[in-house]
């Protein structure tokens, strides 16, 4: 018997033709770059696996959908078909249009934030963190510890350390801490999912205690899935109502629309709350646009209503999630280490364990992501040493808990073969891992240096 991994439940009308340079090109072009991937050009990258967000391919009804948008300044049509598909999946009686997920934390943090000094949250994904300090609070993380094993196998790595969380309530004082944040699925740990029952449980912490209880909703739907394949109380439910079952009682959430309702660009914000939702949308008219546009344009606010139905069908999320199987199964057979199991939207190669001889400064999962696209045009970026940077005291280099080549999988854009690309290419880069070299910093701006700093191998 063969196992059907992921039928994909569309075929393609439309296709964006990809070249592959030459090996010595490759070569050339990472040099010319700095060694740095953000700054290589998309058109001479193959697979280009640097994000999920924003990145994904839309439907034929979403295309259509953008034809139709309607670009009244007010009272769009689309504005009301956004606000009806949205309360209907998520059950918050307000709902507010911003043009992407940071631009829903700038609206909403502040309000829950005023005069507070802590946040905490499973995992602060690194925008909502500055939005959180930007606010003038601090945010905590408070993940569970099976998060940071890499090897073991654990259902929901992404939950929330509960017993932790009532710890910090207990030394920090509920009334210093303005929101407990769920942000699901748990990007920061590798796109790891968090069980309803964990979210029923900090809610009801949040709640006991007077404090907001958000979600952060990025991956909801990815998240949904996760729960009705892991969670036994879900097994027969629909994604429709785990989704339901997410969101009952939350007071608010934010959501970054790039992700799971498969736009290029477009966010959320849902309020329970009368009051909140009223200072929402006035400070939504300050910095995105008036209310019923909230910073975007109607076309993609109709894509975006459409997007969000396509997001949690089964059928697509059984395919979205099967590539990340179908992947990390190749990466088994090849014995290639990652984050396991693998997580929603990304695949999380272990750079420190497979380039063990590399010292985290000398950057191993920039080292991988360099070959990667040496070997095969493929774009992959380094979630380790490399990004976190210096002490910002000392000035030197920090050692990250991880060393993570990412591969962020964009929805719907890339078939199997492009899968196999991605595992061969891998398996020939362990081949010879023993002769792969670290990298030097030559020019290095002083903070969020990844993006632009240039290194040279060693
Ligand atoms: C992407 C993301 C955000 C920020 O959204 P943008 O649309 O990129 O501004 C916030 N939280 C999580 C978990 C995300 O993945």
């Known amino acids: 018997m063969k196992t059907i991994y992921f039928p994909e439940p569309f075929r393609i009308k439309s296709v964006e033709p990809l070249r592959m340079l030459t090996r010595e090109e490759r070569e050339r072009k990472i040099a010319e770059a700095g060694y740095n991937v953000f700054s290589l050009a998309s058109r001479d990258v193959y697979i280009d696996l640097l994000t999920d967000s924003g990145t994904g391919a839309m439907s034929v009804d979403q295309w259509a959908g953008v034809m139709v948008g309607d670009e009244s300044y007010a009272g769009a049509e689309c504005y009301y078909r956004v606000q009806e598909t949205a309360k209907r999946i998520f059950g918050l009686p307000y709902v507010q249009l911003v043009h992407q997920g940071r631009a829903a934390e700038k609206v909403l943090l502040p309000v829950l934030l005023q005069g507070k000094k802590y946040a905490i949250s499973n995992m602060h994904f690194d925008t909502t963190r500055a939005h959180v300090e930007l606010a003038g609070a601090r945010a905590i993380d408070c993940v569970v510890p099976e998060a940071l094993d890499t090897t073991a196998y654990y259902d929901f790595k992404g939950n929330m350390d509960t017993a932790r969380l009532e710890q910090y309530i207990k030394e920090l004082g509920a009334e210093n801490i303005g929101v407990i944040i769920m942000t699901i699925t748990n990007n920061s740990a590798g796109g790891q999912p968090v069980s309803v029952e964990n979210i029923r449980k900090t809610r009801e912490i949040a709640h006991a205690h007077g404090i907001p209880f958000m979600i952060d909703a990025a991956r909801y739907a990815e998240n949904a899935y996760f729960v009705h394949k892991r969670e036994p109380e879900f097994a027969d439910s629909t994604i429709e109502e785990i989704v339901k079952a997410t969101f009952e009682d939350a007071d608010c959430f934010t959501m970054s629309a790039k992700k799971d309702a498969i736009v290029n660009m477009g966010g959320l914000i849902g309020c329970r709350n009368r009051e909140i939702f009223e200072l929402v949308k006035q400070r939504c008219i300050s910095f995105e646009g008036f209310i019923t546009y909230g910073g975007m344009s109607g076309r993609d606010i109709e894509a975006l209503a459409r997007g969000l139905k396509e997001g949690i069908d089964e059928n697509y999320l059984r395919y979205r999630i099967g590539q990340m199987e179908y992947l990390a199964a190749r ?114 701006p002083p903070i969020l240096r990844h993006f632009t700093a240039k290194l040279l191998p060693l």
């Open 331 to 444: 990466l088994d057979e090849a014995g290639i280490p990652y984050q396991s199991p693998v997580g929603g939207h990304a695949v999380f190669v272990d750079a420190k364990k497979l380039l063990p001889h590399i010292p985290y400064y000398e950057f191993p999962a920039q080292a991988l992501a360099i070959e990667l696209y040496k070997e095969a045009g493929i774009r992959a970026c380094d979630i380790g040493s490399f990004m976190l940077g210096n002490d910002p005291d000392t000035g030197k280099q920090l050692e990250a808990e991880f060393e993570f080549t990412r591969l962020a999988i964009p929805r719907r854009v890339y078939t199997q073969s492009h899968l196999d690309v991605i595992a061969d290419a891998l398996e020939n880069i362990k081949e010879r891992a023993g002769r792969i070299r670290g990298y030097r910093i030559v020019e290095e």
